[in-house]
């Protein structure tokens, strides 16, 4: 099957990537991290990640892709082991010498290669392997019958981007941002130059091209992949990638939940009906143009944004004319309450409005849909223009109840309340942990308030913040007998706390410690005579 990931730069999109579908997350810590500016994590955060991630059977892969210099390569991998400590998954790289390090300290530790190692072919993926990395994450300039040769010719996991922002360098090893900025981009630190607007000159100053396309002569396109799904899937990749660690929980959720769909439908009948609302909601959520990147070629020109490097929006309809100093605007999208807009001037200028109000046919609306007329207060605009949504409140609002709602697992109780007998709870949720404890209390006769199995539901059912939701509750309970609220509280919270400490005890590893030690304190690596030829 292949793997859904999803990227997470906060805790918030975590969530929104585990509530809508995502078999495995990728995050970075605060250091070592190819995404320095996302907030990032912890090390509490990450061991809190992992039990999420793992409670909802998601794996957790972390980025230390940045390239290490030698002072500190120990402070790396000891941080390496602290994340194979907390139960993360995996963890990604770049730098060679890091990968030598950690197979000669780790070597329990799962290794991803990232995508700015510029891995492009069969036999790079073979080098890797026999160097102890089990997945490959591709070059993005590689075609999809190159993907194709090079999954025929490897059998190490593969994995490559489907959707998200593209860098103009190759796989994202860039020098540029340090050149021009001071920030390297391979030290995690981009200041994405390649977002700003350039003129093409020669030495003296002079235009070299009689015409620009654009300002923004190095600013790609977004990937896009929705379209190719079909031919993505016959490639039998380990694990489809969504780029956006800088982004909001809500692109994540709109994002993840579209190729989750996508992915499902795949799985079952190996087609994708693709569908309007599904391509709708990914550009809606952000696009800077789309492309298929370097999958049917060189893409040329055409993988370029040069008109603008952020986003775009979709076209939501034209202004047909105006009504008291108020612009006509015949919709191509629906239009609600809330959203935003960006009016495409005449001017080449951009103006930038909320949907605060809106009149169809004389009166106020909450809603207009395709094909309608709605006159919007702004003064800007002439007959002619194009009127770009760039923020569609309803979807926004979808996506960010995807997650603050976030599910939660059934918890079934098994309850034993006998007459004279001591109180007995028993516990399990639907991954196979169970526990049971027998209280200190001796079940009496009611005095004045009895127990039933309602009052019993009301007491088991306060599960906040445990991740669980009240399930079936059954089992013996007698007549007239006193079950106080302090006991049942007293039983639950023994028995849940014992599944959660079951559930961490799973995610926690160790490893050997004089080994590790050792390996640490040698500081060599591999000579040249180890590498498999």
């Not at 892709?65 to 990604?92: K, P």
């Not at 390649?194 to 396309?213: D, H, K, T």
């Not at 023994?494 to 640490?520: G, I, T, Y």
Request: with cysteine.
């Amino acid at each position: 099957m292949t793997e859904l990931l999803a990227p997470a730069g906060s805790f918030t999109a975590l969530k929104a990537a585990l509530a809508n579908g995502a078999d495995a997350i990728y995050l970075g810590g605060k250091t070592f991290s190819a995404r320095a500016y996302a907030d990032n994590f912890t090390l509490e955060e990450i061991t809190e990640a992992v039990k999420l991630a793992h409670f909802w059977h998601a794996k957790v892969y972390v980025a230390l892709n940045t390239l290490i210099s030698d002072e500190e390569m120990v402070s790396a991998v000891f941080y390496a082991a602290e994340l194979y400590r907390a139960g993360v998954d995996a963890i990604i790289i770049q730098d060679l010498g890091l990968l030598a390090m950690l197979r000669q300290a780790l070597p329990e530790l799962e290794l991803h290669a990232s995508t700015q190692m510029g891995v492009h072919n069969a036999p790079g993926c073979n080098l890797l392997a026999g160097l102890g990395v089990s997945r490959v994450i591709l070059s993005r300039e590689l075609s999809l019958s190159d993907m194709a040769a090079v999954r025929g010719a490897t059998k190490v996991g593969l994995e490559t981007f489907v959707h998200g922002a593209l860098c103009i360098c190759f796989s994202g090893q860039c020098l540029f941002s340090s050149m021009v900025g001071g920030r390297s981009g391979n030290r995690g630190r981009c200041a994405q130059p390649c977002r700003l607007a350039y003129r093409l000159v020669n030495e003296f100053g002079e235009p070299m091209i009689s015409q620009q396309p654009g300002a923004y002569l190095l600013s790609p396109r977004d990937l896009f992949g929705y379209e190719k799904l079909e031919r993505l899937y016959d490639l039998h990749l380990d694990a489809w990638k969504i780029e956006g660690r800088m982004k909001k929980p809500e692109y994540v959720a709109v994002v993840t939940d579209v190729y989750r769909r996508a992915l499902d439908e795949l799985e079952q009948s190996n087609r994708l009906n693709a569908n309007t609302e599904s391509l709708r909601r990914l550009l809606q959520v952000f696009n800077r143009d789309i492309s298929h990147g370097y999958w049917e070629g060189n893409p040329g020109s055409s993988l370029m944004s040069y008109t603008r490097p952020n986003n775009r929006g979709l076209l939501a309809g034209r202004v047909v004319g105006k009504e008291d100093g108020r612009i006509k605007v015949k919709l191509s999208q629906p239009l609600s309450l809330g959203d935003m807009l960006e009016l495409w001037v005449s001017s080449g200028s951009r103006e930038t409005l909320s949907v605060d109000k809106m009149i169809i046919a004389g009166q106020a609306a909450e809603k207009a849909e395709p094909g309608q007329t709605v006159v919007l207060d702004a003064a800007a605009g002439r007959e002619g223009d194009r009127v770009f949504k760039i923020f569609d409140a309803p979807l926004i609002k979808a996506a960010r109840e995807s997650f603050t709602d976030f599910p939660l697992k059934p918890l079934h109780f098994t309850i034993d309340a006998r007459l004279g007998q001591p109180l007995r709870l028993q516990a399990r949720d639907e991954d196979g942990f169970s526990a049971e404890m027998q209280s200190e209390y001796i079940v009496a006769e009611a005095v004045s308030s009895i127990s039933d199995m309602t009052s019993v539901r009301v007491q088991l059912g306060r599960l906040g913040g445990s991740g669980y939701t009240l399930g079936e509750v059954k089992g013996q309970l007698d007549k007239n007998v006193m079950l106080p609220s302090s006991v049942l509280n007293k039983a639950r919270r023994a028995v849940v706390d014992e599944l959660l400490h079951q559930r961490q005890s799973r995610d926690q590893r160790a490893f050997d410690q004089m080994r590790f030690a050792q390996a640490v304190k040698s500081n060599t690596l591999p000579s040249r005579r180890t590498l498999p030829a």
